[in-house]
């Protein structure tokens, strides 16, 4: 039980560094060096809006949890809503990883 606490609490607080990123990104969309196209981040806060807030209970999957996460801090989503869908979908992850590997 106490590997499923760290990994899950390890796991989060890297979400919350995305969300946190997130939520100051676009002040340096105007820089040169900025990374994201203005179309990419439309798409993706399209995306967010259509699929919602509920989505973040899938911030565990490689590839699409960490865009995820950043663009809830882009899309400015109240931090405690943010942390309660991301903690219980990370958690439930570890908990069925350890379930089924028979720990």
């Known amino acids: 039980m106490l590997l499923v606490i760290f990994a899950s609490l390890g796991n989060v607080l890297g979400s919350v560094l995305n969300w946190w990123l997130g939520r100051y990104l676009l002040h340096f969309q105007d820089r040169r060096w900025f990374y994201f196209k203005p179309e990419q981040i439309e798409r993706a806060q399209q995306s967010f809006n259509r699929y919602g807030f509920w989505s973040l209970l899938l911030a565990w ?29 990370k958690t439930l992850r570890y908990l069925v990883l350890v379930y089924f590997a028979g720990g």
Request: hydrophobic share 65%.
């Open 61 to 89: 999957m490689p590839l699409i949890g960490d865009a995820l996460t950043l663009i809830a801090g882009v899309m400015r989503l109240h931090f405690g809503l943010f942390l309660l869908l991301v903690a219980t979908g």
